[in-house]
């Protein structure tokens, strides 16, 4: 059963970093989303060492998600997005994908996936450019009549 005051539990923390670009995975939105105006406005969130990025919604972006460890961070990143513009209806759930913890999501809700077709409405939806998608479906794409396989995480494209 999980603890958050047990010995070994981090202490459960979530900071906004100084500036965006503090964040270690900038370079990588930087280079894939499609509104890069939103960079500047993303937050680089602290729970444990190292910043990541929450980008917000806006332009083509729908919406957005931050994983966490446990729901314990899932909550302080979630109040911490609340306090912020373009992080609307922040909230906090199970990931759908049984490898990884909870998530916290802001914005519309995400599309289903479903087949091939999903890839590339998932990657509009979190605003990623037509290249960045057009370059996951090529690099996730071995035969022609084989199946993509659908990312869990939107970060993955």
């Known amino acids: 059963m999980h603890n958050p005051s047990a010995v070994r539990h981090p ?9 965006p670009r503090d964040a270690y995975d900038f370079d990588y939105y930087e280079q894939r989303i499609s509104d890069t105006w939103l960079l ?3 937050v680089a969130v602290r729970t444990l060492r190292m910043p990541f990025l ?5 332009g083509t972006r729908r919406g957005g998600y931050y994983p966490v460890s446990c729901f314990c961070f899932g909550l302080k990143v979630r109040d911490l997005l609340l306090e ?15 490898d990884t913890g909870p998530v916290v999501e802001w ?17 509009r939806f979190y605003g990623y450019s037509e290249a960045a998608i057009a370059d996951f479906v090529q690099r996730h ?14 970060t993955a494209l």
């Open 11 to 19: 202490p459960v923390t979530a900071t906004a970093a100084a500036h």
């Open 40 to 42: 500047e406005k993303s």
């Open 54 to 58: 929450a980008v917000p919604a806006g």
């Open 84 to 98: 912020q513009p373009g992080f609307p209806n922040p909230r906090l759930r199970l990931s759908s994908c049984p």
């Open 107 to 123: 914005g519309e809700k995400p599309p289903m996936l479903w087949g091939n077709r999903s890839v590339t409405a998932l990657g």
């Open 141 to 154: 794409h071995t035969t022609p009549s084989s199946a993509i396989s659908v990312p869990c995480s939107p």
